[in-house]
């Protein structure tokens, strides 16, 4: 099996987080020599925090002030990750980048730098109603709150579709996977439009 590159998009509730953990583990049975990488953005970013740099200082007082992680922040844990774990045989896997078309541009550059072919995106589409109960299900105090579920989608809606655009513009394979159905469903669908199954 050649190397993929995956980046996953969805609205808050879609279940992405679920559907990179399913398809990180098909991989690696599937083929266990290859290797997977997953660079996952929040630990990241909270690791990063823990440093006590006066760039994760300044971080830590954006986020605690509600507004948003500068956007070359995301592009700098993805370099230091990936010099340090992906060597360019491996799957990878991305969730949680490219959610501003300047990290879409940024990701393709290092995947170009590692000849990577197969880059594509998955965007699990999924209606605001429907993201809305998952999130209110999910009973976290954050996710009952209407006004913070539509800071989200409209967040969605500005920054992160552009972001997909732009790695379309630049190339990359993107294939829109119906979020609505049960998990497994989605997970099959997505292992069929990788032409995995």
């Given at each position: ?66 507004g948003l992680v500068p956007s070359f922040m995301p592009i700098y844990m993805l370099t230091g990750f990936l010099n340090e774990h ?112």
């Amino acid at each position: 099996m050649e190397p993929v590159t995956v980046a996953f998009f969805g609205i808050s509730g879609s279940g992405k987080g679920t559907q990179v953990e399913l398809l990180e583990k098909y991989l690696k049975e599937k083929g266990p020599a290859r290797g997977v990488v997953r660079p996952e953005m929040g630990n990241l970013l909270r690791a990063f925090m823990q440093t006590g740099t006066s760039l994760a200082k300044k971080t830590g007082e954006i986020l605690a002030a509600g507004g948003l992680v500068p956007s070359f922040m995301p592009i700098y844990m993805l370099t230091g990750f990936l010099n340090e774990h992906f060597d360019g045989t491996q799957h990878l896997l991305l969730d949680g980048t490219c959610r501003r078309p300047d990290q879409s541009r940024a990701a393709d550059d290092m995947m170009k730098s590692w000849e990577r072919k197969n880059l594509t995106g998955v965007v699990l589409t999924l209606t605001p109603e429907s993201a809305k109960a998952r999130l209110v299900a999910r009973g976290r105090f954050d996710d009952a709150k209407d006004e913070s579920i539509a800071s989200r989608f409209a967040w969605y809606q500005e920054h992160v579709v552009p972001s997909i655009e732009e790695l379309r513009q630049l190339g990359w394979n993107i294939i829109e996977i119906d979020g609505e159905p049960d998990m497994e469903t989605i997970h099959k669908n997505i292992l069929a439009a990788l032409k995995f199954a």
